[in-house]
C-alpha cells in the first residue's frame, strides 16, 4: 500500500474512533439515561445511512413550469371548510399538456365562462379541499377586477390614467 494511501487510512481510522469516542447524553423524564453514538464509518461504507425523502410536488399539474394554459369546462361555486362560509368562486380547467384541474377564481366578480381561455398558475386555496391552483386575473379572457385600486399587479388592472388638470 503507497504511503498516500495508508495516512488516509489512518486519518479515516482516527476520525471513526473519534466519533465513536463522542457519546452524547440524553435524559428521559423516568431518568433512563440513553446513548446515541454518532454514525460509524463501517455504517457509512455499508450504506446504512437512509436517502432522504424527496419532497411531495404540490402543483404536480404545472409539470414545473410556472404558468400553464387552459380552458375552461365548468365555472361553479363552492362552498369552503369550517369554521368558513362563502361561496368560493371556482372553474375546471382542461390544460395544454392534456391534464385537467381545479383553479380559485380571485378578486371580486370574474366574466368567464365555458370555452373561456386562461392561464393558471400555482397557489393553493386553504378553505377549499381539493384546490391547488389559481388563475391569473387580466390574461387571456378573464378581465382584470373592476375597480381596484390597490395590489392591481395581483388582479390584473392596469394603471388607472392621470386626471385631467
Known sequence: MSLLGRSLLSHVNAAAG?????LTRSSCTSGVTSVSLGTTYRQVLRGARKPRRPPVNRTP?????????GVC???FTSKPKKPNSALRKIARVKLSNGRSTTAYIPGEGHNLQEHSVVLLRGGRVQDVPGVRYHLVRGW???????G??????KYGVPKPKAAAA
Open 18 to 22: 473519534a466519533s465513536r469516542s463522542m
Open 148 to 153: 381596484r385600486t390597490t395590489s392591481r399587479s
Open 140 to 146: 387571456g379572457d378573464m378581465a382584470g377586477v373592476v
Open 61 to 69: 399539474a404545472l409539470q414545473g413550469q410556472p404558468f400553464v394554459k
Open 73 to 75: 369546462t365548468k365555472v
